[in-house]
């Protein structure tokens, strides 16, 4: 076990010297994009070009410094899911980084649409990119002249059923949530290096993911995901100011709980709160809604799934298949 400091002072273990650990431990599960069986064709600054000639430039400041902004998005049986919402947060990040989308609403719409018809797909996972574009070395964007805006349809399958049956392990991570004076939390940005290092130290740790602290000590998320503690009947979850990210399968947990008369509330959680819960979810757009079983070693609740993960996970499944923007009509 080794003992580290991290940059915000606070004493944090790791597991084990990664160097040591890292040719061991296995991720406990991993990111599964599939690929159809044909090749993709992907949109690129008003193109659809075949997967092998889908590239940027070298000098696009996405790749060199992480300017730029993203959205992932499911659709299912033909509808995509809660795009409004999707693209508002899109354009939200964008207003905060000073970052002008060289497209509107509307034909942002359209792409997304004619880039899912194009791969002949009814069910699946869009990643919406939109670059601070092509600038020199220099890190100013003032170089930058327009920016890239990049549409990728296919599918995903971030964890197994077996998963979602049986629930997640998680671990609590050394790197922590930045706070609003650094890289503000609600900006989904392209720069997700902080995230990444959590991934990699639930990795080394042999957790299925990380729980990431604010530097409060008071739980964020998790890398990609809202948390969600339940106890004697109610549902608690961090407020956006402890660095949560607005999720959009976060709302629709609201209002799952409000449909079922589940009182829900946004307040501080500590690990604490967590080891003590009758039950755990996880939400977000790749992970959907997933029990949580264990935490940091310690069992959550009966160790398995719980009446109301259950209940909200098999609702959360319906409304997937209820609404949504039409991609074939
Ligand atoms: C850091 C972070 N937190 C939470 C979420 C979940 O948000 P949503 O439900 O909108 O996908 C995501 C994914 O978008 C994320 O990247």
Same mark, same amino acid.
């Given at each position: 076990?080794?003992?580290?400091?991290?940059?915000?002072?606070?004493?944090?273990?790791?597991?084990?010297?990664?160097?040591?650990?890292?040719?061991?431990?296995?991720?406990?599960?991993?990111?599964?994009?599939?690929?159809?069986?044909?090749?993709?064709? /992907?949109?690129?600054?008003?193109?659809?070009?075949?997967?092998?000639?889908?590239?940027?430039?070298?000098?696009?400041?996405?790749?060199?410094?992480?300017?730029?902004?993203?959205?992932?998005?499911?659709?299912?049986?033909?509808?995509?899911?809660?795009?409004?919402?999707?693209?508002?947060?899109?354009?939200?990040?964008?207003?905060?980084?000073?970052?002008?989308?060289?497209?509107?609403?509307?034909?942002?719409?359209?792409?997304?649409?004619?880039?899912?018809?194009?791969?002949?797909?009814?069910?699946?996972?869009?990643?919406?990119?939109?670059?601070?574009?092509?600038?020199?070395?220099?890190?100013?964007?003032?170089?930058?002249?327009?920016?890239?805006?990049? /549409?990728?349809?296919?599918?995903?399958?971030?964890?197994?059923?077996?998963?979602?049956?049986?629930?997640?392990?998680?671990?609590?991570?050394?790197?922590?949530?930045?706070?609003?004076?650094?890289?503000?939390?609600?900006?989904?940005?392209?720069?997700?290096?902080?995230?990444?290092?959590?991934?990699?130290?639930?990795?080394?740790?042999?957790?299925?993911?990380?729980?990431?602290?604010?530097?409060?000590?008071? /739980?964020?998320?998790?890398?990609?995901?809202? /948390?969600?503690?339940?106890?004697?009947?109610?549902?608690?979850?961090?407020?956006?100011?402890?660095?949560?990210?607005?999720?959009?399968?976060?709302?629709?947990?609201?209002?799952?709980?409000?449909?079922?008369?589940?009182?829900?509330?946004?307040?501080?959680?500590?690990?604490?709160?967590?080891?003590?819960?009758?039950?755990?979810?996880?939400?977000?757009?790749?992970?959907?809604?997933?029990?949580?079983?264990?935490?940091?070693?310690?069992?959550?609740?009966?160790?398995?799934?719980?009446?109301?993960?259950?209940?909200?996970?098999?609702?959360?499944?319906?409304?997937?298949?209820?609404?949504?923007?039409?991609?074939?009509?």
């Amino acid at each position: 076990m080794l003992t580290k400091t991290t940059a915000d002072g606070a004493g944090a273990t790791l597991v084990a010297e990664p160097r040591k650990t890292s040719r061991a431990v296995k991720p406990a599960n991993e990111s599964v994009t599939k690929k159809a069986a044909k090749p993709l064709t /992907i949109f690129i600054d008003g193109e659809f070009v075949a997967e092998e000639d889908a590239k940027i430039s070298v000098f696009d400041h996405g790749l060199l410094y992480g300017d730029g902004i993203f959205e992932g998005i499911r659709f299912y049986n033909g509808r995509v899911f809660r795009l409004k919402d999707h693209l508002d947060r899109l354009w939200d990040s964008a207003r905060s980084i000073c970052l002008e989308i060289p497209m509107s609403h509307g034909e942002m719409t359209e792409a997304l649409l004619e880039t899912i018809r194009k791969n002949d797909l009814r069910d699946g996972y869009i990643r919406l990119i939109v670059t601070r574009g092509v600038g020199n070395l220099g890190l100013n964007p003032a170089q930058c002249k327009r920016p890239s805006v990049i /549409i990728i349809a296919t599918t995903i399958a971030l964890y197994s059923a077996e998963m979602y049956q049986n629930g997640l392990t998680v671990v609590t991570v050394p790197t922590h949530r930045t706070g609003p004076g650094a890289l503000n939390p609600a900006v989904k940005s392209l720069n997700y290096l902080n995230n990444v290092m959590a991934r990699i130290e639930a990795n080394l740790s042999g957790a299925d993911e990380a729980l990431m602290l604010n530097d409060q000590g008071c /739980i964020a998320e998790c890398t990609a995901d809202n /948390i969600f503690v339940i106890k004697r009947g109610e549902i608690f979850t961090p407020p956006i100011t402890a660095g949560a990210l607005r999720g959009i399968t976060r709302s629709v947990v609201f209002e799952i709980a409000a449909e079922l008369g589940i009182k829900i509330s946004e307040v501080d959680i500590s690990r604490h709160d967590v080891f003590i819960a009758d039950e755990c979810l996880l939400s977000g757009t790749a992970a959907e809604v997933i029990p949580v079983i264990r935490a940091d070693g310690r069992v959550i609740g009966t160790g398995k799934p719980g009446p109301i993960s259950l209940r909200t996970i098999a609702r959360f499944r319906e409304i997937t298949r209820e609404g949504g923007t039409p991609i074939y009509s």
